[in-house]
């Protein structure tokens, strides 16, 4: 097991409010790591930290053995990233999205081709790839969304709440994904608000106000706090309940 993500006493903020506090932790590779929190808790603030796309305040951290602080490009280049905000072109066809994400990562017109195929295969859709993005239901968005995201091979995938709005069927295909990648050996970090879905980490970090309250699997997390779901868990923590051990 090697690392691939490591934060210290890592910190953002605006101004005076501390959006992120000191967190630190480790990701090692091929691990599914959820990232938990309520809104506003800072799952967003920490992820472009990680992704080379806000400079923290304070703390130490490095993607894929690149500094944060010094070296956001090498780190772009070696990770994918989907972000809160659907980030596809609505208004260009699935095929377009695609040949352009891919030119944009790089990738030669025959690895194009080649990779396209296969992700529309994939994904079911041969029959949409003419079709605007911007008319497929939500949940097929996210798929391509994702599937865009790694199409560069990247080590990392950063997924902001990439099943947000989606109904349950959905997030599970799209979770098989997320499986899928995560045995080819590419680490996962993720952002849910979903319980069912914490279940699906390998290892869960619970955000409350900036810091991070928990960090376990999540059988290790219902033994903490002896609760039978990570539904438990996220209530018993955000009251401030006692664990086991304490
Ligand atoms: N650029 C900014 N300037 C000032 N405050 C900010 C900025 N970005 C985020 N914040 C604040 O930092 C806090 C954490 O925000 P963040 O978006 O990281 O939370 P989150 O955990 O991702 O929430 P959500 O689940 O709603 O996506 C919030 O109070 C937010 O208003
Ligand atoms: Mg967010």
Known sequence: MQTVIHAEKLSKHFGDFKAVSEISFNVQTGEIFGFLGANGAGKTTAMRMLCGLSIPTSGK????????FKQTEQI??????MSQKFSLYEDLTVTENIRFFGGIYGLSNAELKEKSELLINQLGLQNETKKLVGALPLGWKQKLSFSVAVLHNPKIVFLDEPTGGVDPVTRRQFWDLIYEAAERGVTIFVTTHYMDE????????????????A??????????FNADSMNEVFFELARGAKRNGD
């Not at 951290?61 to 944060?68: I, Q």
């Not at 772009?76 to 990233?81: D, P």
């Not at 914490?198 to 309250?213: L, P």
């Open 61 to 68: 951290a490095s993607v894929a053995g690149f500094d944060v």
């Open 76 to 81: 772009k280049k070696n990770i994918g990233y």
């Open 198 to 213: 914490a279940e699906y980490c390998n290892r869960v970090s619970i955000m409350v106000d900036g810091k991070i309250e």
């Open 215 to 224: 960090l376990d699997s999540p059988t290790g997390l219902k033994e903490q």
